[in-house]
C-alpha cells in the first residue's frame, strides 16, 4: 500500500557529489523511521544513514561526515546528500520506511538507485 520510488543515482567521479531522493506515497498511519541502505557486489546490505521521526539520525562509521539524510514532509521525499564519494561507496542505494498502519507495522522498501563511483 506504500510505494518508494528512489532516483539520483548514476556515475560520478571519485571526490563527487550526488543526491538521492526517495519519494514515498501511500497509505501509512505513521512512520517511525526511514533509511537509506547500500548493498554493493558480493556484500550484504547494510545501513547507510536513517532518521527518526522525531528528526534523529544515525550514520555507518564509512559515510559520517560526507552523507547527510533528510526529510521534506512536504514534500513526501527522503534525501541522502551524498558527498566526497569513494569508489568504495558504490552499491545499489534503497529507500527503507518503517511504520504503522493502524496497529500494524510495517516495513518497506523501493526498488533502488545505483551508484557508481570510478577512480
Known amino acids: 500500500q506504500l510505494q518508494l520510488v528512489e532516483s539520483g543515482g548514476g556515475l560520478v567521479q571519485a571526490g563527487g557529489s550526488l543526491r538521492l531522493s526517495c519519494e514515498y506515497s501511500g497509505s501509512i498511519s505513521s512512520i517511525n523511521t526511514m533509511g537509506w541502505y547500500r548493498q554493493a557486489p558480493g556484500k550484504q546490505r547494510e545501513l547507510v544513514a536513517r532518521?527518526?521521526?522525531?528528526?534523529?539520525?544515525d550514520y555507518a562509521d564509512s559515510v559520517k561526515g560526507r552523507f547527510t539524510i533528510s526529510r521534506d514532509n512536504a514534500k513526501d521525499t527522503l534525501y541522502l546528500q551524498m558527498l566526497r564519494l569513494k569508489p568504495e561507496d558504490t552499491a545499489d542505494y534503497y529507500c527503507?520506511?518503517?511504520?504503522?498502519?493502524?496497529?500494524?507495522?510495517?516495513?518497506?522498501w523501493g526498488q533502488g538507485t545505483q551508484v557508481t563511483v570510478s577512480s
Open positions: 527503507n520506511l518503517e511504520g504503522r498502519l493502524w496497529a500494524k507495522r510495517v516495513d518497506y
Open positions: 532518521i527518526t521521526s522525531e528528526g534523529s539520525t
